[in-house]
């Protein structure tokens, strides 16, 4: 099971790159080439879906046969949403992570930079 | 009407008072911190912890102390005491419970978002220009997370100073801190001391992290590495500023760069 994660990005992967919704069919031969050539069967790649639907990364249309699975969000934005996060912009977020320079604001840096800089040229 | 219960609640109103107000403005302003952030953690875990259960001490004390002769004033202080207890309990067991339930968020994001280093272990690259370094601690799973733009920008000493800087946050465990001294700063919020206890934990973690970091690399390499990720706003536009530049977060930075 060491390797659904890696599953997970190859299927999310393929979501995204198609831009509309696969079944786990269409999905299976892309993931494949991914997966160093390793052939998988479908309900291991039903299991992968599943998986994202319940984390809300993948929505499924069951109304089709077989059933249809869309990414909920672009690439693009996850990234984005990552970036807000991590770059301590969200309320109430700021302890989930802490960053290289969490606690320097943009004066203090200025002041660094000059400090350096004047170092570097007496040196 | 003056029985022992009542010298104890004023004794013990007197120490939740001096540890409330007096004592962390001192310590806020001292400059010995800078010098030895350990142990000024240490002095503000006391603070707060010793702050927290001499209050609470006081009226439980004064409320049992008065219940022989009014019972029902006597009652209502013991009450406030157990709510009190009761509140900051729970609001910093939902604190945490937001703060995993985030950071299993993050994680899951980064599963799919981003690849793993190729020689570091644990380490995380991120396909995007910003440059970005920080950790998600999460039991034996810690990650850090670099950005393509941080790889691109520094040199392999300032980026060594930045990873032993974030391994220092994961091993020395110092979210458990920040999300402690957060959630008694949200729980109190129109008290100003919780705020500035919350400021200065923040820098004395950064500290403690420089200083691992200073045992790898020179002072100047992370100094380089500080100024070329601290970020400059694309558009010039005044950013809005989280952490108020505190005396102690520039006197990080003048220690580095002296």
Redesign the interface.
Known sequence: MANL?HL??AV?HALWESGTSLSAYDVLPRVADAASGKQLAVTTVLTVLSRLEK?G?VSADRSARPHRYTATAS?AD??A???H????ESA??????????????????A???D??SN?ADTA | MSGPGFVVAAALGLIAVTLAVPVPIALARATWPTRAPARALLLWQVIALAGGFSMIGALLAAGLALMPIAVVPGGIVVGAAIALTGYLLGHLAA?VT??VR??QR?Q??????TSPHPTRAETLV?E?S?P??????RGWHSLT?LSRGLLDRLSSEELSA?IA??RA?LDQR??IL??AF?AWHSALPWFPIAARAAEEV??L??LL?DDSARRVVSD?AL?????A?????PDGA??T?????TAR??D???R??A
Request: hydrophobic share 50%.
């Open positions: 994660g997970e990005r999310m984390k990364f690439r996850h990234v949403e990552l970036l996060e991590a770059l301590g109430d977020r700021r302890a989930v992570l802490e960053r290289f320079v969490g606690g320097v604001s943009a004066a203090d840096a002041v660094l930079r400090l350096l170092r | 604190t937001v703060v985030s950071r993050h899951e994001l980064l599963w799919l978002l991120l995007d910003v970005l370094a920080y950790c998600v601690p997370v930045v800087h974030e946050h110092h979210d920040l999300v957060r923040d820098v973690v950064e992290a100047r100094a380089h590495a500080i100024a990720v601290a970020r400059v706003e005044p950013r500023v989280r952490h108020p530049a977060s520039r990080r930075l003048l580095l760069a």
